[in-house]
């Protein structure tokens, strides 16, 4: 295919990943944590061949790909839970028409919401799982923007998980126990990295430690992952709209493939109480996100042209378009909770060498918060709406049991930019 009929492909249109495209952004065609996998495969299959497994949140980009490598090395059972219903139906087709269709094993496709009474039911009533994997998060600084969206957020990724937790525990769920965290949660200044930050005590607290072994990762962007920046540039085009990146920010990218190994080698083969990271040290650069929007424009056959004024970049769309060009939109980073670079590693975490080439893992460091009884506050002002909390006193709370939290506060927030 030539670059000049690749803006009208499917592809481009819908948004979605391609391998060529992938390859382009991450700078990669094998996988950055290849080597690691096959050097992991014992411990995988030990951990998963023939034993019963529960998805949380297993229909979203990173859930889906690694259900699919769970296939791979099948397990007895297989159950995937996410409230999408229509992602979920989506999954079920895509695996189904894969050339080797879902294996003979009892698999379940369940449109359950992880933290609601049904989960607590279906717990109470199956023999236990022996592994759990929980995919389920709100991921957006988005989130940021006022105190009913940042609440949602705390109920989604900690007082439910707090309710999960304690349901795989009541019935002896889980002896090994994953649950997916972000880069974000390191030297956090957004609430929704304080947040993750938080969750990671959640996934390592005492409740199941007599019998559960519990490991997390940490990482970066996936690529065309759903909601994120890359996978709106194809929506963008589709819809006659600008690109749009904030200047000077620079993030690192993997795969949804790589994205899936990193979880299944966290939950598998890093020590429990453990956390995975990606080894800066290797072909895994912070790349400018304004060359990677250059990037996906060149792979579509269009040359950029560069706005800092969202008005005139609408308005010379269609002008550009019939010379082969696109307005690139680039924003000042002046929104809430924004940092200009990621980084993995938390001042006070150490990086353990855990022999593997592309990974290493951190020993979790568990914060105040538990207590300081901050997680039953937390509780408190999602469930009770009588009682008033405001933003500020929550990040104020939150920095009292976080001491690297420096929430980076801004009368603009992310809706507010295209």
Partial sequence: MNRADRASTPACLAG?????????????TASLFAGDLAASRDAITAKIHGRRILVIGGAGSIGAATVELLLDDPPAAL???????????????????????????????????YGGPVMARLLRDVPPYDVVLNFAALKHVRSEKDIYSVLQMFDTNVVRHIRFKRWLAD?????????????????PVSLMGANKRLMEDLVFDAAA?????????????????????????????????????PRDTRRYF??????????????????????????????????????????CLDYWGLLPERYDDEARARNDVERLAREGRWPLLLTPLDTGGEKPFEEFVDAGESVTDCGLGSISALRHVPSNAAAQKLFDDIACWVNEPDRAIAKDALARAIANVLPNFRH????RNLDQRL
């Fill in 254 to 295: 993997i795969s949804h493939g790589e994205a899936a190994e990193l979880c299944l080698i966290a939950a598998c083969r890093i020590p429990g109480t453990h956390i995975a990271v990606p080894r800066t040290d290797t072909k895994f650069q912070l790349q400018l996100l304004e060359d990677v929007a250059c990037a």
């Fill in 408 to 411: 980076a506060e801004s009368e």
């Fill in 79 to 113: 159950h995937v839970a996410d409230h999408n219903e229509n992602s979920l139906a989506e999954l079920v087709r895509t695996l189904r028409g894969r050339p080797t269709g879902i294996p003979d094993i009892d698999f379940r496709a369940l449109p359950l919401d």
């Fill in 171 to 187: 019935r002896r769920h889980g002896a090994t126990y994953f649950a997916v965290s972000t880069d974000k949660a390191a030297n």
């Fill in 209 to 245: 430690a007599g019998y559960q072994a519990s490991t997390s990762a940490r990482f970066a962007n996936v690529a065309f992952s759903n909601g994120s920046l890359l996978q709106g540039f194809g929506y963008r085009l589709a819809k006659q709209q600008p690109l749009a990146v």
């Fill in 16 to 28: 979605t990943e391609t391998a060529e495209l992938t390859a382009i952004v991450t700078g990669r």
